[in-house]
């Protein structure tokens, strides 16, 4: 009779853990369908600025803009100089181009 | 529900036991004769019953350790569907993203809303279609208006909207107007590449160029990562572009085509052809649009066809840069006359042949090669045969049927012969490079990939080729080419275009290929002009050294930086002009010169 009783208690513990888990999942499960929806509509979000960006940064805007609101002028070949051509003291020098003399 | 199901064996076994037992035990004291019978046989029915169900219990309690183990269930299932491959929800897109060679988007698919409405929902139809075409200008008034009082349950309204534009109809909240996913193809640089990447249709289906050679490829591909990386840079596709349409539009021209191609390996880095298309509206695109002149176009080049002349020359032994040929007669052969724009009067040499483009020259260099061994060396610098470009749009070289004389003559100077645009720019890279043939390639090379490549001139007929095409630049009709920082070298050209009775002088198709550093070759500059007005509207000025050469140049001061390519020491002094030769064939299939 006791072993009985004892089961009986069992499988209603048993019953009621189940039941209590089963509706956790369940609320846990809702959760992340909501999330993976949010996260659906941020990529989405991100792809469309992804593409906004490229647009606004068409070479032929970005001069247009350049021209309206600043002075700058592209840089030129001669401008451009090597390392080696500029006069640095030679512990600077060779920190940034790694050699040691 | 799996509780109970679990506490009904529980509950009925005991019971079923204390029963049996009991009649057990009862039976065998009191029970005798028939009635001994009958309970045997309740006893026997007891017992299969109970086996029955303690069965179906075993089945149950097998089934619940089997999905509570081994299977997840149909819920998680759906979710790990969901959860993509990276345990992240991606979004579904049809078609993979099309990139240049640093990662700029060129063309991607955007998921837009699609405007549809229910017409029975509709209270006032008049009223709806007016708020709509404030915010849809693409809408006419009096029609949406029709079609919301259509007798059905759908009609578009309108595809693709703008996410503002969705947002404003939203706002307007008419009942029985709805919206629908939809995806788009777009591309952001708008007409600036739009013969490499072609376009897609509205079913997402590439129609032209990568959209169309790599369809599967981008409708195969999922989730990121899977990007087509092109070999375009499209800071230098926006350089080209820029000088180009300005040179077109400048010199009032049919169209023109340039390109700009890696000599190391054939990427072509960029790639234009005017006129052109909006891929965002490529079914408003007309043919001539529509039309690749790089890839699909095939042109008597004329006299950029003299490197392969002047290099195969050098190459077989043939001739060398110090011997001199009598260029003051033209040439007779059959009907024809070949000759001189402004006749020199003197032999030239090798070197001056080539630097003052000389026609009489280049069919003396070819004649002393011969026919046969120009037109199989023609055939190893891909001459004559269909580039292996990844585009959908490619055009098949011509050459004579037969090579008769006449052709290895006019061959010589780049007539008789018609091939593509890629297809000079990717031979002249190998006379530049040293004699390896890249095959070309729209496609970003990877740094572990094998490329395939033929050697196809010696080292050193480069050299000497790279010596002469850089004396074309500081002293031959190049001279408009020359910029400061870099070190050009390169060919004119200035072919006549075939008309229905023969070449026609005032059509011309006005060419400059170049190569820069030319001391040590990174990038070879194709730029060709479709029937130029001239240079101040002057029908004399309308040639390659006057009106392609210069843009060669702007192009690679512009670009030359963002191409990696380190400035050298100034140019040296630049020397006056020199002469051009124009070739000229008349409707009976003569040759000579104009006045």
């Known amino acids: ?101 | 529900m799996i509780g109970q199901h679990q506490i009904q064996p529980q509950l009925l076994r005991p019971t079923a036991c204390v029963s049996d037992a009991d009649l057990r035990r009862r039976g065998r004291k009191r029970v005798t004769g028939p009635a001994k019978k009958a309970i045997e046989t309740g006893r026997t029915r007891a017992v299969i019953a109970g086996v029955v169900f303690a069965l179906g219990f075993v089945a149950v309690a097998g089934r619940l350790v089997d999905l509570a183990l081994y299977h997840q269930g149909s819920e998680p299932k759906l979710a790990e569907a969901l959860a993509g491959s990276h345990g992240i929800l991606a979004p579904a897109r049809d078609r993979a993203d099309i990139v240049d060679r640093n990662g700029v988007v060129l063309a991607t698919t955007l998921t837009t809303a699609s405007l549809y409405a229910d017409p029975k929902q509709i209270i006032n139809a008049d009223a709806a279609a007016q708020k709509l075409a404030g915010i849809l200008p693409q809408l006419d008034i009096d029609e949406t208006a029709e079609r919301l009082k259509a007798d059905r349950r759908f009609v578009w309204l309108q595809r693709n909207l703008t996410p503002r534009q969705q947002v404003s109809v939203n706002r307007l909240g008419i009942p029985g107007i709805h919206f629908q996913r939809d995806q788009r193809r777009v591309y952001p640089h708008g007409r600036l590449a739009s013969h490499v990447l072609g376009f897609a249709g509205v079913d997402n289906h590439g129609l032209a160029g990568a959209e169309r050679f790599f369809d599967s490829q981008l409708q195969r591909a999922e989730g990121a990562g899977t990007d087509l990386q092109l070999s375009l840079d499209i800071r230098a596709q926006h350089v080209l572009y820029e000088e180009l349409s300005a040179a077109v539009k400048e010199q009032k021209a049919l169209g023109g085509s340039g390109l700009i191609m890696d000599v190391e390996n054939g990427e072509v880095l960029a790639m234009v052809s005017l006129p052109d298309f909006d891929p965002n509206r490529a079914n408003t695109a007309s043919d001539l649009g529509l039309f690749n002149r790089n890839t699909l176009g095939v042109y008597e080049m004329g006299s950029t066809f003299k490197i392969f002349t002047t290099a195969m020359a050098l190459e077989f032994g043939a001739a060398d840069l110090d011997d001199i040929y009598d260029v003051a007669r033209p040439i007779r052969v059959a009907r024809h006359t070949i000759s001189d724009l402004h006749s020199s009067g003197r032999p030239l040499s090798v070197s001056d042949i080539f630097i003052k483009s000389s026609n009489i020259g280049a069919v003396h260099l070819a004649m002393a090669v011969g026919g046969a061994a120009q037109r199989e060396f023609l055939t190893r610098l891909g001459m004559f045969a269909k580039p292996a470009l990844e585009l959908p749009e490619i055009g098949f070289p011509l050459q004579p049927r037969r090579w008769r004389e006449i052709n290895t003559m006019t061959v010589a100077f780049g007539h008789g012969v018609a091939v593509s645009p890629v297809q000079l720019a990717t031979a002249v890279g190998a006379v530049a490079n040293g004699g390896t043939l890249y095959q070309p390639t729209v496609l970003k090379r990877r740094d572990d990939e094998p490329i395939s490549a033929q050697r196809v001139l010696s080292g050193t007929t480069s050299e000497k080729m790279r010596g002469l095409m850089r004396q074309v630049v500081t002293k031959g009709t190049g001279r408009r080419a020359a910029v400061p920082g870099y070190e050009i070298g390169g060919k004119t050209g200035t072919a006549e275009k075939p008309g229905r009775r023969g070449y026609n002088r005032r059509k011309l198709l006005s060419s400059f290929v170049g190569v820069f550093p030319v001391a040590n070759p990174r990038y070879v500059v194709l730029v060709l002009i479709d029937e130029p007005k001239g240079v101040g509207g002057n029908s004399r000025r309308a040639t390659g050294g006057w009106v392609a050469a210069p843009v060669v140049g702007q192009v690679v001061r512009r670009a030359g930086l963002m191409l990696g390519v380190s400035p050298q020491e100034p140019p040296e002094e630049i020397v006056p002009e020199a002469v051009q030769p124009i070739i000229k064939v008349s409707a009976g299939g003569r040759v000579f010169a104009p006045e």
């Open chain 1, 1 to 101: 009779m006791r072993q009985a009783v004892f089961w009986l208690l069992a499988v209603f513990v048993a019953g009621a853990g189940l039941y209590q888990l089963k509706y956790r999942v369940q609320t846990e499960e809702a959760k992340l369908t909501a999330l993976n929806r949010t996260l659906f509509a941020e990529q989405e979000a991100l792809h469309v600025l992804a593409a906004e960006w490229t647009y606004l940064n068409r070479p032929e805007r970005l001069a247009e803009l350049n021209r309206r609101y600043t002075k700058l002028k592209p840089v030129t070949a001669p401008q451009m100089a090597g390392l080696d051509e500029v006069p640095l003291p030679e512990a600077a020098h060779a920190r940034l181009t790694g050699e040691t003399q």
